[in-house]
């Protein structure tokens, strides 16, 4: 069975980078779409960006310009470059696919952004 890994979450300060990593365990014929969640405490799940097979994008209003979601499809890799990191920004993230036969999901990230 197919898994989502994550990797790159932790502990850093505002303003700092991060870069996620989601990647299958196995192999995927097709993916669709690749896209980053994020949950805070007490918070519902929302969009942070996705990116499509073609490579167009589509971020969250209070991410633009700040991360950036890119994809290795050889590799069935997602990344999010996430700089000026801010408080708000604290979340566990998590990584999604969209495939012809479902949605495959990781078990999430914890990025915690506090001084």
């Known amino acids: 069975q197919v898994q989502l890994v994550e990797s790159g979450g932790g502990l850093v300060q505002p303003g700092d980078s991060l870069t996620l990593s989601c990647a299958a365990s196995g192999t995927i014929f097709t993916i669709y779409t690749m896209g980053w969640y994020r949950q805070a405490p007490g918070k519902q799940r929302e969009l942070v960006a996705i990116?499509?097979?073609?490579?167009?994008?589509v971020y969250a209003d209070s991410v633009k310009g700040r991360f950036t979601i890119s994809r290795d499809n050889a590799k069935n890799t997602v990344y999010l470059q996430m700089n000026s990191l801010k408080p708000e920004d604290t979340a566990v993230y998590t990584c999604?696919?969209?495939?012809?036969?479902?949605?495959?999901w990781g078990q999430g990230t914890q990025v915690t952004v506090s001084s």
């Open positions: 999604q696919f969209t495939t012809p036969v479902g949605e495959l």
């Open positions: 990116i499509t097979r073609g490579h167009s994008t």
